[in-house]
C-alpha cells in the first residue's frame, strides 16, 4: 500500500476535492449551510478515521475521495457563515484567522 501512496494522496483526493469545491461554492450561498456544515464536518472525522483503520486498497481509495469532497464543502461554507455573522470591518480579520488556523495548529502540535 506504501507503493501506492501517490495514487492515494494525489487524484484519489484533489479530483475529488477540486469538483466537489465547485459545487459546494455554489451550495455555501443556500439555506440550511450550518447543518450541511455540520454533516461535512462529521463525514470528514469519519473518513480520515476509516483511513487510518483499513487495510484495503479499494476502501482507502474511496476514503481518501470521500475525505476530498468533505474537506472541500467545509470551507467555502465557513466563509460563507461568518460572512453572515461578522460585521464587514472585521471580516479580514476573521478570515484570516480561519485560513492561518491550520498552520497554527500544526506549529503547536509538535510542542
Known sequence: MKSLYGLLSG???SISNGVAGLYF???SDKPHRSRLLAFAAI???LTSIITGSVNSLLVMSIM?????VFQAATEPLI?????D??????LPTANSLIKAAP?????LSGL
Open 79 to 83: 466563509f460563507s457563515l461568518i460572512a
Open 85 to 90: 455573522t461578522i460585521p464587514k470591518a472585521k
Open 25 to 27: 461554492g455554489k451550495v
Open 43 to 45: 463525514a470528514w472525522s
Open 64 to 68: 481518501r475521495f470521500g475525505l476530498g
Open 103 to 107: 498552520y497554527a495548529g500544526s506549529a
Open 11 to 13: 487524484p484519489a483526493f
